[in-house]
T-cell receptor
Framework: LAKTTQPISMDSYEGQEVNITCSHN???????ITWYQQFPSQGPRFIIQ???TKVTNEVASLFIPADRKSSTLSLPRVSLSDTAVYYC???????????FGPGTRLSVLP | DSGVTQTPKHLITATGQRVTLRCSPR?????VYWYQQSLDQGLQFLIQ???????AKGNILERFSAQQFPDLHSELNLSSLELGDSALYFC??????????????FGPGTRLTVL
């Protein structure tokens, strides 16, 4: 299983762009990078998933360099409601265990 | 609302007791996952079932067991409870299992307190 490393916490202000980077040095060829968001006392919620280059959806963008040893989740113009824990996961195509690391606790300040 | 339901929402019990947590997956989802989240351990994957069969096992204690029924709902049984079992237990479901890329939809969780 590819181990991921991400910052424990980050602070930002409303309206700013937030970039959270995740390292996954031993990612395998068939692995995808997936991000989940979790609010207190709620289950995690899928944000975005990608394999290489850039993926964008209505809430976030995911940037993956060519060597795929890291990835960056980009949240445009964050609001107070984006305060949450963000988890980076590396998931194999036929993988089994979903390993959630400690995540990054993002605090958005007014 | 993810479409995944879990009961009960809260459960308070004593050490040594046994409890059963129930999960109903989203309509059409064949795969069910169980997770434990405690303050000091983060979100830990316990076990996964696909269409009634165990598919993957994570950090699940021998005192814990689970099953998925023909109607696809799942139950997590926790026995000989200890204080350290106090945690939030989440159930998640996804469309299928063989492709682990499927997005998981999480339920609201069951908060277990062991006194």
């Amino acid at each position: 299983l590819a181990k991921t490393t991400q910052p424990i916490s980050m602070d930002s202000y409303e309206g700013q762009e937030v970039n959270i980077t995740c390292s996954h040095n031993n990612i395998a060829t068939n692995d995808y990078i997936t991000w989940y968001q979790q609010f207190p006392s709620q289950g995690p919620r899928f944000i975005i998933q990608g394999y290489k280059t850039k993926v964008t959806n209505e809430v976030a963008s995911l940037f993956i360099p060519a060597d795929r040893k890291s990835s960056t989740l980009s949240l445009p113009r964050v609001s107070l409601s984006d305060t949450a824990v963000y988890y980076c996961l590396v998931v194999g195509n036929y993988g089994q265990n979903f390993v959630f690391g400690p995540g990054t606790r993002l605090s958005v300040l007014p | 609302d993810s479409g995944v339901t879990q009961t009960p929402k809260h459960l308070i019990t004593a050490t040594g007791q046994r409890v059963t947590l129930r999960c109903s997956p989203r309509s059409g989802d064949l795969s069910v996952y169980w997770y434990q989240q405690s303050l000091d351990q983060g979100l830990q994957f316990l076990i996964q079932y696909y269409n009634g069969e165990e598919r993957a096992k994570g950090n699940i204690l021998e005192r814990f067991s689970a099953q998925q029924f023909p109607d696809l709902h799942s139950e997590l049984n926790l026995s000989s409870l200890e204080l350290g079992d106090s945690a939030l237990y989440f159930c998640a479901s996804s469309v299928e299992s063989k492709r682990a890329l499927n997005e998981q939809f999480f339920g609201p969780g069951t908060r277990l307190t062991v006194l």
